[in-house]
């Protein structure tokens, strides 16, 4: 009782006096609390640099770590622990254009989602940063309005790897001007985890000398990202 919305494992033992211990290990899933009978439509427009119609979106639990979401979709491009009930509608991609910056555009909803809270993850090969936002959902249809997605190692957002981004992790590192510190609060923190090339939680060298490794052809962590 009171558990957050979720996916468990419950283990039974059964033992006692002169009987062999038994243990049952049963799987269950919590959904999130919801009003009797509300729901309400998710939709958003997602916002990359090519317009491959493979981008994959779904509604996670709330309970799932960011990180653990990133790890599975750079392990493998493999994921699970999202609610399987809840389906996409994407709709055909379009050119657009965002800050001056010639952009593809795909409108998404979810339909009929029981009020709750939840993480929306999109999900894009190529080298894309998993996107994910946390959304709460009531009884009125919810615009998650537009998200951008970033590339790994793309720190100055014009769709490109390149000597440029680098150089911009290079003057993060040094305390120089650089890009880290411009936009919104959620662009920033992107921003930071787009540079973080080792997904060790720190944005430095090591980091620009992978894309200096890629841009060069010879061996990067690029090659681990799908």
Known sequence: KGLPAGNYTATLKISGANVNTVSFNMKFTVKPKTNPGASATVSGTVLSWNDTNDALYYLYPTTMSDADIR???????????????????????????????????????????????????????????????EITVGTSDYSCGEQKLWLYGDVNYDGAVDNVDAGQINR??????????????????????????NCDGDVNNVDAGHINRHLAGVGSLFSKFN
């Open 71 to 133: 790890a599975q979709w750079k392990t493998s491009g493999t994921v699970s622990g999202y609610y399987t009930e809840y389906t996409v509608t994407k709709e055909t991609i379009s050119s657009t254009t965002v800050d001056g910056k010639a952009m593809k555009a795909q409108t998404f909803s979810f339909d009929t989602v029981p009020a709750g809270d939840y993480k929306l993850v999109i999900f894009k090969p190529e080298k894309y940063v998993p996107k994910i936002v």
């Open 172 to 197: 993060y590192v040094a305390g120089i001007g650089n890009v880290f510190s411009k936009g919104t609060a959620t662009e920033r923190t992107e921003r930071l985890i787009a540079g973080d090339i």
